[in-house]
Nanobody, 115 residues
């Protein structure tokens, strides 16, 4: 069974940076578009950024200019570099396909931005 594991979350102060990593249990990144999503308490899960197989990148307006998505198809990993973090970025971050597959949702990694 294909599984995705997120890591790198933690507690940081506003304005700081943090990098999240998504690792796949199988060699599959090179064949599909991947994405990062997040969900804050009491809110619906939202799309953050996506990375296409050919290197295309797309970002949600609320992270444009601050976040950077990248992928390494040989290592089957994907990262989300988050800069100038704001309290509004606090959420559990997930990685999945784009469009997402219900069976690939995992526990995610929690990011808390607070002073």
């Amino acid at each position: 069974q294909l599984q995705l594991v997120e890591s790198g979350g933690g507690l940081v102060q506003p304005g700081w940076s943090l990098t999240l990593t998504c690792a796949a249990s199988k060699s599959i990144f090179r064949y599909m578009e991947m994405a990062w999503y997040r969900q804050a308490p009491g809110k619906q899960r939202e799309w953050v950024a996506s990375s296409g197989t050919a290197g295309s990148r797309k970002y949600a307006d609320f992270v444009q200019g601050r976040f950077a998505i990248s992928r390494d198809n040989d290592k089957n990993t994907m990262t989300l570099q988050m800069n100038d973090l704001k309290s509004e970025d606090s959420a559990v971050y997930y990685c999945n396909r784009n469009p997402p597959s219900r069976n690939l949702w995992g526990p995610g990694t929690k990011v808390t931005v607070a002073s």
